[in-house]
């Protein structure tokens, strides 16, 4: 079952879609950088939503700024992660939900570990898929990422760049040829540039699942998921799939719903 609606909050509005029925206990999914929540649905050949809701759960994706119905102020660093936050915390308001699961994945950890920090009542369990760490990026990751998202290269093009950021050898980069928001994506980047990473880094003290890609180009795990580990110990939870890249859940979706699961079932 799925039920949509429009949540306006001053200027801005969320287009919300939540997934399943019933009183199920609530997760909501933090979409990558520049892109929307259709990657966890069939849609974009995941099958991370559906895996979540046969487990009983309600899934509450909430579109970013700029894609679909969902508007608001992109405009490259007057948005900051905070005001993304609140977004967030004012559509829950909205739809009647007080607390819940927050799973982020890429820049969607960031943006779910700034809510959890900001809003630490509101969250039961916290997940990170595919965390970037913090580190400077080399000049092929940094070009990669700019042909993936450049929709004025050719499609042949940006697909190598696509493959090489995001997907694992021999898995299929073109489910994310498509989908890519670049004034999202400028936004949410200057966003992260304007926060101290130390505010959001411990996720206000919340322990959490981290879901490492073994193959992450763009975060691999010796400078993402196990540095993470090893700098903040029994908080995180850290588990590697291989095979997989940043783009993990377009990859491997119903084995990080497996992971997601026991987790929460703990």
């Given at each position: 079952m799925?039920?949509?609606?429009?949540?306006?909050?001053?200027?801005?509005?969320?287009?919300?879609?939540?997934?399943?029925?019933?009183?199920?206990?609530?997760?909501?999914?933090?979409?990558?950088?520049?892109?929307?929540?259709?990657?966890y649905t069939g849609e974009?050949r995941?099958?991370?939503?559906?895996?979540?809701v046969e487990?009983?759960y309600?899934?509450?994706l909430i579109?970013?700024r700029?894609?679909?119905a969902?508007?608001?102020?992109?405009?490259?660093?007057?948005?900051?992660m905070?005001?993304?936050?609140?977004?967030?915390a004012?559509?829950?308001?909205?739809?009647?939900i007080?607390?819940?699961?927050v799973?982020g994945?890429?820049f969607?950890?960031?943006?779910?570990?700034?809510?959890?920090t900001?809003?630490?009542?509101?969250?039961?369990?916290?997940?990170?898929?595919a965390?970037?760490?913090n580190?400077?990026?080399s000049?092929?990751?940094?070009?990669?990422?700019?042909?993936?998202?450049?929709?004025?290269?050719?499609?042949?093009?940006?697909l190598?760049?696509?493959?090489?950021?995001f997907?694992?050898?021999?898995?299929d980069p073109s489910?994310w040829?498509h989908?890519?928001?670049?004034?999202?994506?400028?936004?949410q980047?200057?966003?992260v540039?304007?926060i101290?990473?130390?505010?959001?880094?411990?996720?206000?003290?919340?322990?959490?699942?981290?879901?490492?890609p073994?193959?992450?180009?763009?975060?691999p795990?010796?400078?993402?998921?196990?540095?993470?580990?090893?700098?903040?110990?029994?908080?995180?939870?850290?588990?590697?799939?291989?095979g997989?890249g940043?783009?993990l859940?377009?990859e491997r979706?119903?084995?990080?719903?497996?992971?997601?699961?026991?987790?929460?079932?703990?």
């Amino acid at each position: 079952m799925l039920h949509e609606q429009i949540v306006r909050h001053g200027e801005v509005a969320s287009h919300v879609r939540i997934h399943g029925q019933g009183e199920g206990d609530v997760i909501t999914i933090l979409p990558s950088l520049g892109r929307g929540v259709e990657d966890y649905t069939g849609e974009y050949r995941c099958t991370l939503t559906e895996r979540l809701v046969e487990a009983g759960y309600r899934v509450v994706l909430i579109q970013p700024r700029g894609i679909g119905a969902s508007e608001g102020d992109l405009t490259p660093g007057s948005v900051s992660m905070q005001a993304l936050a609140g977004d967030i915390a004012v559509v829950l308001d909205a739809v009647d939900i007080d607390r819940l699961t927050v799973i982020g994945h890429a820049f969607g950890n960031r943006l779910a570990r700034t809510f959890a920090t900001l809003y630490p009542r509101r969250v039961d369990h916290l997940v990170l898929l595919a965390a970037g760490g913090n580190f400077p990026m080399s000049d092929e990751q940094k070009q990669v990422l700019r042909d993936s998202v450049d929709l004025s290269l050719p499609d042949e093009q940006r697909l190598r760049a696509i493959e090489r950021a995001f997907f694992a050898a021999g898995n299929d980069p073109s489910v994310w040829l498509h989908g890519w928001y670049p004034q999202l994506m400028r936004a949410q980047s200057r966003a992260v540039a304007g926060i101290d990473g130390e505010f959001f880094k411990r996720a206000g003290g919340k322990p959490f699942l981290l879901v490492q890609p073994a193959e992450d180009f763009i975060a691999p795990p010796d400078k993402a998921g196990k540095a993470l580990r090893a700098e903040l110990g029994e908080q995180v939870t850290y588990v590697e799939i291989a095979g997989t890249g940043h783009a993990l859940t377009s990859e491997r979706p119903d084995q990080v719903a497996r992971h997601v699961l026991a987790y929460l079932r703990r």
